[in-house]
């Protein structure tokens, strides 16, 4: 069973998920400032990507949890 979930890169200051890119797909590199389309701030790439990753940490504990939760309820329901 395999859950896919996307997390965007949100701007530091606004929360904005566009960013002023030379062009689609570009992927900036590592320590590279990325403007936001939003409000104009430039914002630091592997700040951008840490706070995603801290993101999807928490979406993948709360899937977690969701699942352990859901197996002691049918355990329950098994050994009634």
């Known amino acids: 069973m395999e ?11 606004c929360k904005s998920t566009s960013f002023d ?3 689609e797909g570009y992927e900036p590199k590592s320590g590279e400032q990325i403007r936001c389309a939003n409000c104009g701030r430039s914002n630091d790439y592997s700040s951008l990507l840490s706070l995603a990753r801290k993101e999807g940490e928490k979406i993948a504990k709360e899937i977690i ?7 002691q309820k049918n355990i329950r329901k098994m050994f009634k």
């Open 65 to 71: 949890d969701s699942k352990i939760k859901e197996f």
């Open 21 to 23: 890119v030379p062009y």
């Open 3 to 13: 859950e896919k979930t996307a997390i965007p890169l949100r701007c530091v200051f």
